[in-house]
């Protein structure tokens, strides 16, 4: 048994256009972008979506919305998921990247949320 959650959206952007996408994000969104401390690919958009980590994120690639989902067990997650017919198409460090159907990219990280707060929104899977 494990249990997981939506926990943070992200707007991945190109490097080269990651200020300007900042900066528009900040201003669209009503909040002050903050830069994240020992990970430089990430801007923060603090209570941009009440209940979500708000973040722009540099990438080597296409433009793109993607979800996290956190969880206290991410073997356990990755395969619900890709049960479901996502499918698994990296690794970085704990976190596995997974391609839904439908083309998205959802992220399945480790738990990284205040305690309480996973306790409180994070649905228990078998």
Same mark, same amino acid.
């Given at each position: 048994?494990?249990?997981?959650?939506?926990? @943070?959206?992200?707007?991945? =952007?190109?490097? &080269?256009? !990651?200020?300007?996408? /900042?900066?528009?994000?900040?201003?669209?969104?009503?909040?002050?972008?903050?830069?994240?401390?020992?990970?430089?690919?990430?801007?923060?958009?603090?209570?941009?979506?009440?209940?979500?980590? @708000?973040?722009?994120?540099? =990438?080597?690639? &296409?433009? !793109?919305?993607?979800? /996290?989902?956190e969880t206290d067990d991410v073997a356990a997650e990755t395969a619900r998921l890709v049960a479901l017919?996502?499918?698994?198409?990296?690794?970085?460090?704990?976190?596995?990247?997974?391609?839904?159907?439908?083309?998205?990219?959802?992220?399945?990280?480790?738990?990284?949320? /205040?305690?309480?707060?996973?306790?409180?929104?994070?649905?228990?899977?078998?």
């Amino acid at each position: 048994m494990h249990r997981s959650r939506v926990s @943070t959206l992200l707007i991945d =952007v190109p490097h &080269a256009e !990651r200020d300007a996408a /900042d900066a528009f994000w900040g201003a669209a969104l009503g909040v002050e972008p903050r830069t994240v401390p020992d990970e430089e690919q990430f801007t923060s958009l603090p209570h941009a979506v009440p209940g979500l980590v @708000t973040a722009v994120q540099g =990438v080597d690639d &296409a433009p !793109r919305y993607h979800l /996290d989902i956190e969880t206290d067990d991410v073997a356990a997650e990755t395969a619900r998921l890709v049960a479901l017919g996502a499918v698994e198409v990296r690794q970085w460090l704990e976190c596995r990247t997974l391609r839904v159907p439908g083309g998205h990219l959802v992220c399945v990280i480790p738990l990284h949320s /205040d305690p309480a707060e996973f306790e409180a929104a994070a649905r228990t899977w078998p």
